[in-house]
């Protein structure tokens, strides 16, 4: 068995970016250390989001079977199968998880009902309230 904590620094320092911005991490010492952050945008790199084996359609979002669960896959971590992808960083990514997180905290009436969100395609006020509460759960969910 391939020892997934070894790679070729050379290889991996010249493509790897940041998952979040993109940004090139040329210049950070190989392997990633737990503590160490992005450059341009200041997020920690050692998470589950920036790793070779999440995945989110595998049960605890990673393709490590031996991994403990890791409940915030956006915050450092300890875990010892960590691999940075240098694929992580996806433009349309974090504007879909920002979005998601929007309509998710709109459905259960954390942001004000009279945001984009809350309002229907045809652009009418919408009426938020127990009636349309499963459409809205519906929606989050189709795609």
């Given amino acids: 068995?391939?020892?997934?904590?070894?790679?070729?620094?050379?290889?991996?320092?010249?493509?790897?970016?940041?998952?979040?911005?993109?940004?090139?991490?040329?210049?950070?010492?190989?392997?990633?250390?737990?503590?160490?952050?992005?450059?341009?945008?200041?997020?920690?790199?050692?998470v589950c989001l920036m790793c070779q084996m999440y995945d989110p359609r595998e049960p605890n979002?990673?393709?490590?079977?031996?991994?403990?669960?890791?409940?915030?896959k956006e915050h450092a971590n300890f875990c010892d199968y960590y691999k940075p992808n240098p694929d992580a960083y996806s433009p349309g990514f974090m504007e879909a998880h920002t979005q998601a997180g929007s309509k998710l905290?709109?459905?259960?009436?954390?942001?004000?009902?009279?945001?984009?969100a809350d309002k229907p395609a045809n652009g009418a006020p919408g009426k938020v309230g127990e009636d349309d509460t499963l459409s809205r759960a519906e929606d989050l969910f189709k795609s």
């Fill in 1 to 46: 068995m391939q020892d997934i904590r070894s790679y070729d620094p050379a290889v991996m320092n010249n493509h790897l970016s940041c998952y979040r911005c993109g940004h090139s991490l040329r210049t950070l010492p190989l392997p990633l250390g737990r503590r160490d952050e992005c450059p341009n945008c200041v997020v920690e790199l050692h």
């Fill in 105 to 116: 905290a709109a459905l259960f009436g954390d942001i004000p009902p009279d945001t984009a």
């Fill in 61 to 72: 979002e990673c393709t490590e079977e031996d991994a403990l669960e890791v409940m915030d």
